[in-house]
């Protein structure tokens, strides 16, 4: 996780692995879930190509 300061906000330049991060996690929600998900969705800041983003990884 990167970990940020208590009441500290720290921007980072947009990185491709986070599309990736959500497309593993979507499958291992979908092979547990299956037929009950309607959808799934990323967003937030680290969905976003070409913005400042604050990341809690």
Do not use: C, F
Not at 12 to 21: I, M, R, V
Not at 34 to 45: F, K, L, R, T, Y
């Amino acid at each position: 996780m990167e970990g940020v300061e208590r009441y500290k906000v720290r921007l980072l330049p947009h990185n491709e692995k986070w599309g990736g991060e959500y497309h593993q996690v979507k499958s291992e929600i979908e092979a547990v879930w299956s037929d009950n998900i309607i959808d799934i969705q990323h967003i937030g800041s680290t969905a976003i190509h070409n913005i400042p983003t604050k990341p809690i990884e």
